[in-house]
């Protein structure tokens, strides 16, 4: 069974503080993706990455960068922290993007910056 | 980017009521996937879908693709508060990444 993790379920943080997200996988998928979930938009994709130190933007990727030095841990940084940036952050990864296969999810971290 | 659209945004049903969800794309896809994410979880995967025309089944949930493969439906039969939960579906065109849907957030009254 294929197990994503993340480092926090919740988190508190400070408009202006850096904030680091962290997802790890034990499957060796190759792809990896950053996801934010709000209400009534779904999912939006922050940045992904098909390979270790490969990075690609998503479809929101401004006040975020990503990190993967690892096949199996993506992380999510937030340089300067703002309160638009209170979200539901959810990390998933994919064996073969091309295959077009499930994607399994962490359980997510909810960030709020005050 | 690509826009997918679902509908309903909610909906609440008595339990033993059916519940349809639709997903909707103004672009030809290459397949679509529905997710279901219970209050608090995150979302875990259900099925897949490929073929235009393609009707899947699983118990109680009848997933179909459009003939065009532009649209797809979720259907549950005689729903039960274990239904509760947003369902998403998220589609790919062809070679790009999957773009989720708004989802659509069941309620079950008991």
């Known amino acids: 069974d294929v197990k994503v993790t993340q480092s926090s379920r919740y988190l508190v943080k400070r408009t202006g503080e850096k904030v680091f997200l962290e997802c790890v996988q034990d499957m060796d998928h190759e792809n990896m993706f950053w996801y934010r979930q709000d209400p009534g938009l779904g999912l939006r994709l922050i940045y992904f990455?098909?390979?270790?130190?490969?990075?690609e933007k998503g479809d929101i990727p401004e006040g975020y960068s990503v990190s993967r030095e690892k096949k199996e841990r993506f992380s999510l940084i937030l340089e300067s922290a703002s309160t638009n940036q209170t979200s539901m952050y959810l990390c998933a990864s994919i064996k073969d993007r091309a295959g077009q296969e499930t994607q399994y999810f962490g359980p997510g971290t909810r960030l709020l910056v005050l | 980017g690509q826009q997918v659209m679902q509908i309903p945004q909610y909906q609440h049903v008595q339990e033993g009521e059916d519940f349809t969800t639709y997903c909707n794309s103004s672009?030809?896809?290459?397949?679509i996937q529905w997710y279901k994410q219970r209050p608090g979880g995150h979302p875990v995967f259900l099925i897949q879908?490929?073929?235009?025309?393609e009707v899947k089944k699983q118990k109680r949930l009848t997933f179909q693709f459009g003939e065009a493969k532009k649209n797809s439906s979720l259907h549950i039969t005689a729903t039960q508060t274990t239904d509760v939960g947003t369902y998403f579906c998220a589609v790919s065109y062809y070679g790009q990444n999957f773009v989720f849907g708004p989802g659509t957030r069941l309620s079950v009254l008991p």
């Open positions: 879908l490929v073929k235009s025309g």
């Open positions: 990455s098909y390979d270790v130190k490969m990075k």
């Open positions: 672009t030809t896809l290459s397949n």
